[in-house]
């Protein structure tokens, strides 16, 4: 008897000692989390290359944030931890990287400083660097105004001349070619394109009895291509920008049977007389 008493005490006291430990025990977590709530964060994204941008929702009491980021989820690999008092932090970060992302609150208590939960973790994919240059916006207004004058005071010395406009290094602007000499035995063309906003001339060509086409893909490739020819006599060269200057490239040069068809592509450009303003709008 005395036997079974002892064990029901013993029973009665592990079970006081665990229903004590159960009740204080989210206390003694908050104590040890430094009294503040658990972060959570409202949005991460990637607004450019190599740049993650993190906002937050605000926790009571909390006098700033730390962000951590790493590279996987147990948050151990590449790992990055910033503070900050705002309620958002944009930082810099390896672009097209994977990243997980989690917050936390914190506070000073005397020299000590006290951390809140960690948030639930967030990931993202940040934005890779683009290849090449970005292309620039050209407005119709500001070919008239660039090209315009230009394509006036060729008129006004040889009206039978003719123009185009064509991107030939596909960065955004077009660059104007015009027939500036029109004598049977000699065509030559200028080409112009726009720096700084203004008209820069990149030179002048041979262009006698001479036809101007886009590449074989419809005009995706960096060039243009001049077929010369005159009794037979075939000559292509492909002309394009290469750091600022004019690249103009013998590509053949071949005596045709008579009767022979001259290099061509689907996609011829098309020029205007310089009388004929309409590719400027």
């Known amino acids: 008897m005395k036997k079974y008493r002892k064990n029901i005490f013993t029973f009665m006291a592990m079970f006081l000692v665990f229903a004590v430990s159960f009740c204080i025990a989210p206390d003694i977590e908050a104590e040890a989390a430094g009294g503040l709530g658990k972060a959570e964060i409202k949005s991460v994204r990637s607004p450019s290359a190599g740049k993650v941008s993190v906002k937050y929702k605000k926790v009571k009491g909390a006098k700033g944030y ?9 948050m151990t690999k590449g790992k990055k931890k910033v503070k ?15 990243y997980y992302v989690r917050v936390r609150a914190y506070k000073k208590s005397g020299k000590k400083i006290r951390y809140g939960k960690w948030s639930k973790k967030e990931s993202l994919k940040v934005k890779a660097k683009t290849k090449g240059k970005a292309k620039t916006k050209v407005s119709s207004k500001t070919y008239r105004e660039l090209y315009g004058p230009i394509v006036h ?9 003719s123009y185009c406009l064509y991107d030939i290094d596909k ?3 077009k660059e104007l070619i015009i027939r500036t000499e029109t004598a049977v035995w000699f065509w030559a063309y200028e080409i112009y394109t726009i720096k700084n906003h203004k008209p820069v001339s990149l030179g002048q060509i041979d262009g ?19 077929v010369a020819g005159f009794q037979c006599e075939e000559t292509v060269y492909h ?7 004019l690249n103009y490239k013998k590509i053949s040069s071949r005596t045709l049977p008579p009767g022979g068809q001259y290099y061509s592509t689907p996609y011829p450009i098309n020029f205007e007389s310089v009388t004929d303003k309409s590719l400027l709008k």
Request: zero cysteines; hydrophobic letters at 25%; aromatic letters at 10%.
């Open 171 to 173: 960065n955004g602007a």
């Open 239 to 245: 002309i394009s920008i290469k750091k600022g200057k």
């Open 153 to 161: 005071e060729v008129e006004k010395s040889e009206e039978f001349s």
């Open 66 to 74: 730390q962000i951590q980021f790493a590279a996987n989820s147990k």
């Open 84 to 98: 900050t008092k705002s309620l958002s932090k944009t930082v810099s970060l390896k672009p097209g990287k994977k």
């Open 208 to 226: 006698t009895y001479s036809a101007f086409y886009k590449d074989k893909s419809g005009g995706k490739k960096k060039y243009i291509i001049q």
